[in-house]
């Protein structure tokens, strides 16, 4: 039998239902499900992720699980500027400017799940990954961040899918006129979405992720196009994973949400 959204979003809601973690929370905060106790939950997660940080403020000096954790604080309510949360991106401000940036590990796993194999494709995945959580966090007056994003700007047309994506996770967060670009980096991804909705050189959540930070009306279209591939990936228990991956799930929720809005 073939899977519903509807379906699709009862499942969802009973995966998410009973998880004390970051996606956990978000999830019932989409599903329109909170928990009395997720406030309380929200603020002991972010205590844990500060409590991890070293002195420098960094994840264990690794850039990508530093910018992480920064993202998911800011995800559970905490300010930029809040005491642990400004340590930690203090730090991913002072790696990214300096010079010059070290190259990624490979293989690297982004948090979304996706595996980039190349070195020089996990570091420009790595360096927009640290470029978004910067521009989330307010700091898009830095002549270093401003300088990275306009060379992703520049690298954006020609990119393969998958650094695509990334690329437009940056350009989604950006202010304006960076923003203004937003239109034909969807495009760019629209044109390369096979008719079955997925893409060639793209594992279909990390496209979806970048695609949901644009906000419903500009990607709307491309999205409904992959609810069929993505309604085929979900296991009865929700999750698009074996074994779940909770941050999948996260994203397959967002991108089911804008579906349902059309």
């Known amino acids: 039998m073939l899977n519903t959204l509807p379906q699709a979003l009862t499942r969802l809601e009973t995966f998410f239902a009973d998880r004390d973690t970051r996606p956990g929370v978000i999830g019932r905060r989409y599903l329109g499900i909170p928990k009395p106790e997720d406030e309380r939950l929200a603020a002991l997660l972010c205590h844990e992720r500060d409590a991890s940080t070293r002195m420098d403020g960094s994840i264990g000096g690794m850039f990508v699980n530093t910018v992480w954790t920064a993202w998911e604080m800011m995800d559970l309510g905490l300010d930029a500027v809040q005491g642990g949360l400004s340590k930690v991106v203090s730090w991913v401000v002072a790696f990214l400017e300096g010079k010059p940036t070290s190259p990624a590990p490979t293989p690297l796993a982004l948090p979304n799940g996706a595996v980039l194999m190349s070195e020089a494709s996990a ?13 989330r966090a307010g700091l898009d007056d830095r002549p270093g961040v401003l300088r990275r994003l ?18 437009l996770g940056v350009v989604a967060v950006s202010p304006v006129p960076y923003r203004n670009r937003l239109p034909g980096c969807v495009a ?16 279909l959540l990390h496209m979806l992720e970048s695609l949901v930070l644009a906000g419903i009306r500009p990607v709307q279209s491309v999205i409904e196009r992959a609810i069929p591939a993505l309604l085929g990936l979900q296991r009865p228990d929700g999750s698009f994973d ?12 967002r991108a089911l949400l804008v579906a349902r809005e059309v």
Do not use: Y
């Open 123 to 135: 570091t420009f995945a790595a360096e927009c990954l640290g470029l978004r959580m910067l521009l």
């Open 150 to 167: 306009e060379r992703v700007l520049s690298l954006q047309p020609t990119l393969p899918d998958d650094l695509a994506a990334c690329a």
């Open 188 to 203: 760019r991804v629209a044109d390369a979405q096979r008719p079955d909705g997925t893409w060639a050189n793209a594992d």
């Open 242 to 253: 074996d074994p779940p991956h909770e941050e999948r799930a996260l994203i397959g929720l």
